[in-house]
């Protein structure tokens, strides 16, 4: 079974209804501390490595910018 950036976001968050959200960060349901667990979860679930200076509230802010970002390194 391979794994979703959905799945993965609620692991981090199950209490956060994200789908409701056009902006996580600005929407406070996600925080620094969860963006660097999701960051934890990305690179051991996608096999990618983020580099930091990637890891910025933009490339965070919705399900889209984080599928893009993990492409962007495959």
């Known amino acids: ?5 959905p799945d993965l976001l609620k692991l981090i968050r199950p209490e956060a209804n ?5 902006n996580f960060v600005e929407d406070d349901l ?5 963006i660097i667990l999701l960051v934890n979860e990305i690179e051991s679930a996608f096999g990618v490595k983020i580099p930091g200076e990637q890891v910025i509230a933009n490339n965070f802010s919705s399900v889209d910018a984080i599928e893009k970002l993990v492409n962007s390194l495959k």
């Open 1 to 5: 079974m391979s794994v979703s950036i």
């Open 18 to 22: 994200f789908e409701c959200s056009d």
């Open 30 to 34: 996600l925080d620094s501390l969860d």
